[in-house]
């Protein structure tokens, strides 16, 4: 693919000084920027895949680590022992409370003098 760079006048000429110089200069900012690109481009692709085999070798270690695994269940096996206690307190909340409100209402009760009739 040709990329007109510089435009020069169909009638002008063009010495070998003035070739060197034009060459040079078109030369020296493409090579640079080609370079910049190919070394950035390598580098993202490096990071990238340093990156993918981390993450893979870690998954693949935890997964066949045996201690991870009991970790895991332990901490299990302790989440359900707060959710039963949890439960448990959950309703001896609730049967004090229903006893409160048996009691207050006893006392309610208690408080009401019987209907008397009286006679004249």
């Known amino acids: ?11 002008s000429t ?32 490096m990071g ?12 693949v270690h935890m997964v066949s680590n045996p201690s991870f695994r009991v970790n895991t269940a332990a901490m299990r096996f302790d989440q359900s022992k707060l959710n039963v ?6 309703a001896k909340k609730e049967r004090k409370e229903a006893r409160r409100k048996t009691r207050d209402l006893q006392a309610r009760i208690g408080d009401v003098k019987p209907f008397e009739a009286h006679m004249v």
Not at 31 to 45: C, I, N, S
Not at 85 to 90: E, P, T
């Open 1 to 11: 693919m040709i990329i007109p760079v510089y435009w020069l006048h169909k009638n």
């Open 85 to 90: 206690m949890k439960a448990k307190d959950d």
């Open 14 to 45: 063009l010495t070998d000084e003035g070739n060197r110089s034009l060459f040079s200069a078109s030369v020296s900012w493409l090579f640079w920027v080609q370079f910049m690109l190919v070394t950035g481009t390598v580098m993202v692709v």
């Open 48 to 59: 990238s895949l340093a990156v993918g085999c981390f993450c893979i070798r870690k998954g």
